[in-house]
């Protein structure tokens, strides 16, 4: 036994109100730069739908994650001779058309056009060619839709279950980032060894000076959740955040979150069992073989780990490990991938009410939401497919397992005073009354002091980077059009005594004088 730990995200669907607060954020943080306009670390899909970039879940098509053969676990895409063959060529790759062509607003035509009878417009230009662009997809252009059963490959798989009707359509939100995985395809199909799993904290990474541009990785993971930048040439990937969770932070994504629907946390698992269990020959066997790697931090496997006292404490206060391990209510996302995510999910059960109080039914009684969470006008199979390979059986667990925390919650609120279920009033103070403590349980890394982050540069914030690309066959980056500029340069200009550069920033004038550069110069007549 070889017990490492992994830092964990679990997310509440029930919660998920799809503002996408997540993904501006985390746009904001991390791609928000010349190449990658047209990456979202964090998405928020509407379920049924395509999904971004578009059909990703279609492997088929894409060839991604594991495949197990007579010999073992084979990378989809195919091993290194095929990779060696392709690797200057490699058609498994979505295209900027299956992702989306981002744009901008060209909003000087508003005030330079000349005077009609016709209203300007702002029209959309191309952030990749600057050239004007007709808007047809993007990366949540099904947003708020759903039920249609031709773009989604996993509803196609149930379509028969799903009764097309518009008044018993239903949809749900699914928020993504990188899995992060125990056995991540995308590190394996690297050829020069860029993508690596850091041992301290199984966070999976990009190293950029390593990395020579051959997208092997966008082809390997099954997710598609790496990105080429083809300003610098490289490829990037959702960090998990790691330096706020250095520093015992939680993600960006999961700081802002409005449903407060993410919990981080600590899992202790044996290393030495990752290939064992991403090779059960059933699929339907995936989700337990994932269980059964987790350790009991309260076991004595754990104690012998050798891990910090602060960490073995981490695990031991961990809410995923209660959520995906203890209260089983947590499933992972296509375990058939055989790549071991570690982002789960709480199915959503909140449907199920509405549609028992319509029909007269006490809508929170545990005896009827149990009669109706098999005929869910969102089937289970469909939940089935998403989250344990088609097996129902612990989809059908974890929408039992709350459906009875809500009938035990609602007879506690009405005084009924029903036997006491200490583990289903532990799960309702987990999912409906955490406090940031205990949804946000993170070890510091060594000689960090908690809570405490230097505001960093990104290493490819610069113009002009290594490896520079022409994407398919036009010009990338066009320069930012509004300078953004850090905290750290305006309290260097407010501080020092000289000017750095001629841009003036009105925050910073104190109302006397004229600073050279906020007039135009005047002109001398004769």
């Not at 001779?81 to 981002?102: G, H, V």
Request: hydrophobic share 35%; aromatic share 10%; proline share 9%.
């Amino acid at each position: 036994m070889r017990p490492m730990a992994q830092i964990a995200m679990v997310m509440n669907l029930d919660k998920c109100i799809g503002c996408h607060t997540c993904s501006v954020t985390c746009k904001q943080t991390w791609t928000n730069r010349p190449g990658v306009e047209y990456v979202w670390f964090n998405n928020v899909e509407t379920r049924p739908g395509q999904g971004y970039p578009r059909r990703y879940e279609d492997q088929e098509r894409w060839r991604g994650g594991w495949k197990l053969t007579r010999t073992g676990l084979k990378p989809r895409a195919g091993g290194r001779l095929r990779k060696l063959l392709t690797i200057f060529a490699n058609p498994l790759m979505p295209s900027i058309q299956d992702y989306y062509e981002p744009w901008t607003y060209d909003y000087e035509n508003l005030t330079d056009a000349p005077l009609s009878d016709d209203v300007p417009v702002a029209p959309p230009r191309s952030l990749i060619s600057g050239e004007p662009v007709k808007i047809g997809w993007s990366a949540n252009w099904d947003d708020n839709l759903g039920g249609d059963p031709s773009p989604d490959p996993v509803l196609r798989k149930v379509s028969d279950q799903v009764t097309q009707a518009f008044e018993q359509a239903y949809m749900f939100y699914l928020p993504r980032i990188c899995e992060h995985c125990l056995n991540p395809s995308c590190v394996a199909s690297c050829p020069s060894g860029a993508l690596y799993k850091r041992a301290e904290d199984g966070i999976v990474l990009v190293d950029q000076d390593r990395c020579r541009g051959w997208r092997m990785c966008v082809t390997g993971c099954p997710y598609k959740k790496v990105y080429f930048n083809h300003k610098t040439g490289k490829a990037e990937k959702c960090t998990f955040c790691y330096p706020r969770v250095e520093v015992g932070l939680p993600t960006v994504c999961s700081e802002t979150c409005v449903g407060r629907l993410r919990y981080l946390g600590v899992l202790l698992y044996d290393a030495d069992r990752v290939t064992e269990a991403a090779s059960v020959p059933d699929e339907h066997d995936l989700y337990e073989a994932q269980l059964d790697l987790f350790i009991d931090p309260h076991s004595p496997e754990a104690e012998s780990a050798g891990l910090p006292a602060d960490w073995l404490e981490a695990a031991r206060r961990s809410p995923v490990y209660d959520l995906i391990k203890r209260h089983r209510v947590a499933l992972p996302l296509h375990p058939e991938y055989r790549t071991l995510p570690m982002v789960w999910y709480v199915p959503p059960l909140s449907p199920v009410v509405d549609a028992l109080s319509t029909t007269g039914h006490d809508g929170e009684d545990a005896g009827n939401l149990f009669a109706a969470i098999e005929s869910l006008r969102i089937p289970v199979g469909y939940l089935a497919e998403l989250f344990t390979a088609g097996d129902p059986a612990p989809v059908t667990f974890a929408l039992r397992r709350l459906a009875e925390m809500r009938s035990y919650m609602r007879a506690v609120n009405l005084g009924e005073r029903p036997p006491e279920d200490p583990e289903l009033d532990a799960l309702y103070r987990l999912l409906a009354l955490a406090r940031y403590e205990d949804r946000y349980v993170i070890p510091t890394a060594y000689g960090n002091v908690p809570g405490v982050v230097e505001e960093g540069g990104c290493s490819l914030d610069y113009d002009g980077g290594p490896g520079m690309q022409q994407p398919f066959g036009e010009a990338s980056g066009r320069p930012v059009p509004v300078a953004i500029e850090s905290f750290h340069g305006l309290k260097e200009r407010q501080t020092s005594g000289e000017v750095t550069h001629d841009r003036v920033n009105l925050l910073n004038w104190d109302g006397r004088g004229t600073p050279a550069g906020l007039f135009p110069p005047k002109r001398r007549h004769p």
